[in-house]
C-alpha cells in the first residue's frame, strides 16, 4: 500500500503562484509515473501533468507555459509549480501513483480569486 500526502494548496489572486508537493511512502517511487490532477464540482477528473520515471514530462495545453510538473526522487515527492494561476485553475488537485498498481492522494484545494 502506497500512501500520498500532498500539500501546497491555498487561496492566491489571479496571477499568483502555488506549488504543490506530494510525497510518497514506500520504496518504488522512483519507478513510478506520477501524475497531478484536477476536478471541479460535478465534473470529472482531469489531467493536468505527469511525469515518468526517466523524468520525461506532458503538461494539457491549458497549463502549458504556466505550471511545471518535477521529481525529486530522493525526497520520495513530485512537484507541481504553477504560475500565472487563473480562476479557472480553481479546483482540487490531486496526486496519482502509478508503478502497476494506482494509488491517489486525498487532494488538495486550489481557489484563484478573480
Known amino acids: 500500500q502506497v500512501q500520498l500526502v500532498e500539500s501546497g494548496g491555498g487561496l492566491v489572486q489571479t496571477g499568483g503562484s502555488l506549488r504543490l508537493s506530494c510525497v510518497a511512502s514506500g520504496n518504488r517511487f522512483s519507478s513510478a509515473i506520477m501524475s497531478w490532477y484536477r476536478q471541479t464540482p460535478g465534473n470529472q477528473r482531469d489531467l493536468v501533468a505527469f511525469?515518468?520515471?526517466?523524468?520525461?514530462?506532458n503538461h494539457v495545453d491549458s497549463v502549458k507555459g504556466r505550471f511545471t510538473i518535477s521529481r525529486d526522487n530522493a525526497k520520495n515527492t513530485v512537484y507541481l509549480e504553477m504560475n500565472s494561476l487563473k480562476p479557472e485553475d480553481t479546483a482540487v488537485y490531486y496526486c496519482?501513483?502509478?508503478?502497476?498498481?494506482?494509488?491517489w492522494g486525498q487532494g488538495t484545494q486550489v481557489t484563484v480569486s478573480s
Open positions: 511525469i515518468t520515471a526517466d523524468g520525461r514530462t
Open positions: 496519482r501513483y502509478n508503478d502497476s498498481k494506482i494509488y
